[in-house]
């Protein structure tokens, strides 16, 4: 067996006044793990950033605060780390312990079912943060995200087979999982005349998944 991955990549940048910047991503991926017809799928995504204490009104905060940025993100990406033959239907051989005319036995099992149409999970992440250091040297940083990422097409098994149906129920993209959180972590530093150092980090976050 063998299997293949080929992708194409743009990127777009913007930046007014060194405090308003954007940033553009478009992914066109293909990978041979899929039916040719579902082999390949487009993947944009997009950031904004504004760096709040370029603007001159801020010009009477920077003794308090030296830096502020808000930001944003929205952005997709494929994931296809996934078996190469979920779509294909296998028999898996197996051999007896009897042996007849100097040989064991051989014994095919029944193929399971499979869906023609298993294609790319599609990962979609929000995010929306904050950046902002203190005091003129900075010694004093504060960073928040507050985050939601979601799976979507997720590779699960059909619901609804019947017990009778004779083998397991073929995977296909019909699960959906979402997680939704936030963090927080704070770092301070300072340098004392003697030139010892002081480094204190603190982190915090929670979040909830829901498949």
Do not use: C
């Not at 100097?102 to 990962?123: C, E, F, M, R």
């Not at 005091?135 to 939601?148: E, H, K, N, P």
């Not at 959180?181 to 002081?198: D, I, K, M």
Request: hydrophobic share 40%; net charge negative.
């Amino acid at each position: 067996s063998w299997e293949s991955q080929l992708g194409f990549f743009g990127r777009v940048n913007y930046s007014l006044k060194d405090r308003y910047l954007l940033e553009a991503n478009i992914r066109y991926d293909g990978s041979s793990k899929f039916p040719t017809n579902l082999q390949w799928r487009w993947y944009p995504s997009f950031s904004a950033a504004w760096r709040v204490m370029e603007e001159p009104w801020m010009e009477f905060a920077k003794q308090a605060v030296s830096a502020l940025k808000l930001r944003a993100s929205w952005g997709s990406i494929g994931d296809q780390t996934v078996p190469s033959n979920l779509y294909v239907p296998t028999m898996s051989r197996s051999e007896l312990a009897w042996v007849m005319s100097g040989a064991k036995l051989v014994y095919y099992g029944t193929p399971a079912a499979v869906s023609d149409a298993i294609t790319w999970q599609d990962i979609v992440t929000l995010d929306f943060g904050v950046d902002a250091s203190f005091f003129a040297d900075g010694a004093l940083s504060v960073t928040f995200d507050w985050f939601q990422r979601d799976t979507d097409n997720m590779l699960v098994p059909m619901e609804g087979i019947s017990y009778t149906f004779g083998t397991s129920a073929p995977k296909g993209n019909y699960g959906s999982f979402r997680t939704r959180g936030w963090e927080l972590a704070v770092n301070y530093g300072h340098q004392f005349s003697n030139g010892l150092t002081l480094t204190v980090d603190a982190a915090l976050a929670d979040a909830l998944t829901k498949v």
